[in-house]
């Protein structure tokens, strides 16, 4: 690890989590140059939903690759993005009445979210945006200026601005928080500035697993469309079946009037952002959000290929669904079994998360989970929630490996956290 330590900035994040260098992997398994396997319940933070160089997939993107096919193109017209284009309107627009324009911005996620913002800016013509405590949109100024916390906010260099904070489902324990946004956009002197949008992720995945209902989601759509307020629903993380359907919105059954995507969109880890939104919204001018690497040709290839193969029938959204179930289970049966006073869990479908109320408890578990061959994470504010983001597609042997492998470590962390007090008490009698 010595030249990374040496000349790469001190930015880097998640190499000091997992200190190994790696250097292959297939499907829910990395192998490191010291040839340790991993299992991966981190999939490249959400992009990696069908796993590591997935087989179907990359048997068209070396097909592609070998015919010579147009690599990069800046956002001209080729056989690649048209096949895209036809395939994602087929296969996701029109299934589900759909009819969004496609805006395919810079690779980033980050930048998608900054096309969809100004997009709600310019269409209405104000200014401010309303985004949720522990939401996550990216680190860019104006996605940054949308993120909750002070960590990426602080890092700006900028007084991030032109955006107001409510509260998410759930922040206030019981209380329905659409009621207070409502209260807000109503009120001509609740000092909130009228927004142009409302930006919402369906479940947070940075920001904690923090999970809005479906009746929340739903009150959220009527307060935006009784108040004329754009909703824009970054399904960055938690879209591409992550949650189950393709969109996490769906079983929602509301209609956002923009959707940024991105992650698990090339269906290879291959860098690739897509804005959609209703075509009346679509006032760009030629160029005016523009970026050397829009719409890259080996992700159309790929994530074709991806809708091909996974998105023609809901096999996958069932299968997402079975084995979200088996993640809970296995989480529940850990906070049970190990420590009900401290840890909890929640999510929906393959992003599942156990909260361990503290950020070194959470560390500590993952480090050990790290050990014993399984790559996870962590997020929430304080970083004290494990995040369970296997690829959609693991093989259910490897999955119950790595929440074995998670439920051993998370007990040996507790056991560890607790320890002091039990001796404690031991020599109290
Ligand atoms: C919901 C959401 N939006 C936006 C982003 C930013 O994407 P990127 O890191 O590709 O800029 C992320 C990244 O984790 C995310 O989870």
Not at 156 to 185: C, E, H, I, K, N
Not at 229 to 237: E, N, P, S
Request: aromatic share 8%.
């Amino acid at each position: 690890m010595k030249i990374f330590n040496r000349i790469e900035s001190n930015v880097r994040s998640y190499c000091r989590s997992f200190p190994t260098v790696f250097t292959r992997a297939t499907g829910a398994t990395l192998i490191d140059e010291g040839g340790r396997r991993y299992i991966d319940f981190l999939s490249g933070a959400g992009a990696l939903n069908y796993g590591h160089n997935n087989e179907r997939l990359k048997a068209r993107l070396l097909a592609y690759l070998e015919s010579d096919g147009i690599v990069h193109g800046l956002d001209m017209a080729t056989t690649a993005k048209r096949e895209f284009l036809e395939t994602f309107d087929r296969t996701i627009l029109r299934p589900r009445g759909l009819s969004y324009k496609l805006q395919f911005t810079g690779p980033t996620g980050a930048n998608a979210v900054e096309a969809a913002l100004k997009v709600a800016r310019n269409v209405t013509g104000r200014s401010n945006v309303v985004a949720f405590t522990n939401g996550f949109h990216g680190v860019t100024l104006g996605a940054v200026a949308a993120t909750a916390n002070a960590h990426y906010r602080d890092a700006a260099g900028l007084p991030p601005g032109g955006t107001s904070f409510m509260p998410y489902d759930g922040y206030l324990g019981d209380v329905d928080t659409t009621d207070y946004l409502d209260q807000v956009l109503r009120d001509q002197s609740s000092g909130i500035d009228h927004p142009a949008a409302v930006i919402v992720e369906t479940v947070q995945g940075e920001g904690g697993v923090n999970v809005a209902s479906l009746e929340w989601l739903r009150r959220l759509e009527a307060i935006c469309r009784r108040h004329s307020v754009l909703l824009i629903v970054d399904d960055i993380q938690a879209g591409c079946g992550r949650t189950g359907p393709f969109f996490s919105f769906e079983e929602a059954g509301i209609r956002p009037d923009l959707v940024t995507l991105s992650k698990s969109l090339s269906g290879y880890g291959l860098p690739f952002s897509l804005v959609l939104m209703r075509p009346e919204l679509d006032t760009w001018k030629p160029g005016e959000h523009n970026g050397t690497f829009r719409g890259h040709n080996l992700a159309f290839v790929t994530a074709t290929a991806a809708l091909d193969e996974y998105w023609q029938d809901d096999q996958l959204t069932t299968d997402v669904r079975r084995k979200g179930r088996t993640v809970a289970a296995a989480l529940e049966s850990i906070v049970s079994g190990t420590a009900p006073e401290l840890l909890s869990a929640r999510g929906r479908g393959l992003v599942r998360g156990l909260d361990c109320g503290s950020g070194d408890l959470a560390a500590q578990a993952c480090a050990t989970a790290f050990d014993h061959g399984l790559v996870i994470e962590r997020s929430g504010s304080d970083g004290q929630v494990i995040k369970c983001l296997c690829p959609l597609t693991i093989e259910d042997a490897e999955l119950a490996q790595g929440l074995e492998i998670l439920r051993e470590s998370v007990a040996a962390a507790v056991a560890d956290a607790t320890a002091p007090l039990s001796s404690a008490a031991g020599a109290a009698r």
